[in-house]
């Protein structure tokens, strides 16, 4: 990670929605807090964080200057605080929309590659070298 950073999202380039909000956050970013890596550029290797491309599909992860990894809305509760949404960020944490919101995502990244068109039948391919069948 770079040092000049306060968070790293590692984020789907081939995912059309996940794209759009990274877009907008990108814009949002002028301070340029955040490092935005494309997982699924083919130099991308996912062994830098010690994941496989499999475990880094199935959920959003982050990175905090320090190495440690984060993952799912927490990620998003990172992104929007770097560009300037802590309040919103401060009612996300509150008990039944923190749970509400966990739901949610976990029913989105279930099914992102559906929702995104990248599923034959019940086949989904994984962005990877070796594009792997995903479940």
Not at 22 to 41: A, G, N, P, T, Y
Request: charged letters at 30%; a positive charge; hydrophobic letters at 40%.
């Amino acid at each position: 990670m770079n040092p000049q950073f306060e968070f790293s999202v590692f984020f789907d380039g081939e995912c059309p929605l996940c794209v759009r909000e990274i877009r907008m956050l990108q814009r949002l970013d002028r301070e340029k807090k955040i490092e935005f890596v494309d997982i699924s550029r083919p130099d991308w290797r996912p062994e830098e964080l010690g994941l496989s491309m499999d475990e880094l599909m199935k959920e959003i992860h982050g990175r905090l200057p320090d190495g440690t990894l984060v993952k799912g809305v927490e990620v998003f509760r990172r992104l929007y605080s770097a560009v300037g949404f802590s309040r919103s960020v401060a009612v996300s944490r509150l008990p039944i929309v923190r749970q509400g919101l966990d739901v949610a995502y976990r029913l989105f990244a279930k099914n992102r590659l559906r929702l995104t068109g990248r599923c034959v039948d019940d086949t989904c391919l994984v962005p990877s070298r070796t594009a792997q069948p995903h479940p």
